[in-house]
């Protein structure tokens, strides 16, 4: 739970260890200098693996200026790189986390199909989010912004309509605060 907490938007996003194709140790928020896409793959997942990287080539030609990166979840670094030669991998920032307990734990990354948007100075856009979603292009173009609203805040607006007892007005608030509280 406490991990989820630190992936909540506008937070930086937490370090992983994470390995370049020169097995070079790579700090993630240092090579991000603008909207970053990150997306996860394995070579188990084949379909998956081949569509993310199509997906983000189709996004990148739309989006010239948000740069992708994939990052490879369980393969050695022998067989990630000869998957990336052999599939012509060439769209993104390829990385490859050598430890995936750590991605799970700091990411909480359990599956593959998740995708990360993070704002060019390193915080969370949108850490739970699908590169496969109807609307992700929407969460791209439309950062999410944290919403906080008492239920004081929100009975002052229901005031300012006519014609709403007191009683509903409370109702109506307490539902709104609610609702606010689970974006």
């Not at 929407?138 to 300012?160: A, K």
């Amino acid at each position: 739970a406490n991990s989820i907490q630190k992936l909540k938007n506008n937070n930086a996003l937490p370090d992983v260890s994470l390995l370049d194709v020169n097995k070079k140790t790579v700090n993630v928020k240092n090579i991000i200098t603008k909207k970053t896409i990150i997306y996860f793959w394995t070579k188990q997942a084949d379909s998956h693996s081949y569509h993310s990287h199509k997906k983000a080539e189709e996004l990148k030609a739309k989006y010239p200026e948000i740069q992708f990166i994939a990052i490879n979840i369980n393969n050695s670094q022998e067989d990630w790189l000869k998957e990336i030669k052999t599939k012509g991998f060439t769209n993104s920032i390829e990385l490859r986390a050598p430890n995936f307990e750590e991605l799970k734990d700091k990411w909480v990354i359990n599956k593959v199909y998740r995708t990360m948007i993070i704002n060019k100075n390193g915080s969370i856009n949108n850490a739970f989010v699908s590169m496969f979603d109807a609307n992700f292009e929407n969460s791209i173009l439309f950062p999410v912004l944290p919403i906080s609203i008492s239920l004081i805040e929100v009975s002052q607006i229901f005031r300012h309509i006519s014609n709403i007892q007191p009683s509903i007005i409370l109702e109506l608030s307490e539902f709104c605060v609610n609702c606010i509280a689970l974006l």
